[in-house]
């Protein structure tokens, strides 16, 4: 069996997603969605699907080992971050050396680095006037959404669209492309 972790701080409509993508596949199975938030609806999300959960914070992550070590015992074939707004500590992207990636709901190198996160992004997007979004999946490296893009996918916006609407188009583009990327970097198809 192939596992997948899953790295969330907030709604969890793409962790969502994917566990339901991955249900009813014998070989992939989502083991765990981890976040840094003890309230995030993910987890109840996760709950209801019958995923195991677990929550950490600032000291757990970044300066002692728990998360790397439950997830070096775990040993998931792919983590993946999924509305994940913390920082990913180098030691774990060291251990986990290309097998850990990113969703990031615009077409990066525009609109990524720190602060650009959930409707920021959105919101510049349409002060900036673009004709098109998307959503861009990559590795993930020690800065913020600078590591190799896997895979990215364009929408059309126009001039009436709010930034509510943008993030709406996004999500449809998330949930179309992003179960199915993850099943291909899994199988080394991409
Ligand atoms: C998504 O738009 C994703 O691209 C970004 O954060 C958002 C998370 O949404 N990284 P959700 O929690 O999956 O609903």
Do not use: R
């Amino acid at each position: 069996m192939k596992s997948i972790a899953i790295f969330a701080s907030g709604t969890g409509s793409n962790a969502q997603n994917i566990i339901t993508y991955f249900k009813n596949n014998p070989d992939i199975y989502v083991n765990c969605v981890y976040s840094n938030k003890e309230n995030a609806p993910v987890l109840h999300k996760a709950q209801q699907l019958g995923v195991p959960s677990l929550t950490f914070n600032k000291e757990n992550f970044y300066n002692s080992d728990l998360i790397l070590e439950t997830l070096k015992n775990q040993n998931p074939n792919i983590i993946v971050l999924a509305g994940f707004l913390w920082k990913f500590p180098e030691k774990i992207i060291n251990a986990f050396s290309g097998k850990i990636i990113n969703i990031h709901p615009a077409l990066l190198p525009k609109f990524g680095g720190k602060g650009m996160y959930g409707m920021n992004v959105h919101k510049a997007v349409v002060a900036n006037k673009e004709t098109h979004s998307g959503i861009t999946i990559h590795h993930v490296t020690k800065n913020y959404d600078e590591g190799a893009t896997i895979f990215q996918e364009k929408v059309a916006l126009s001039d009436t669209d709010t930034a509510a609407d943008v993030a709406k188009k996004i999500h449809n583009l998330e949930a179309k492309h992003f179960p199915k990327i993850i099943e291909d970097v899994i199988l080394n198809k991409i």
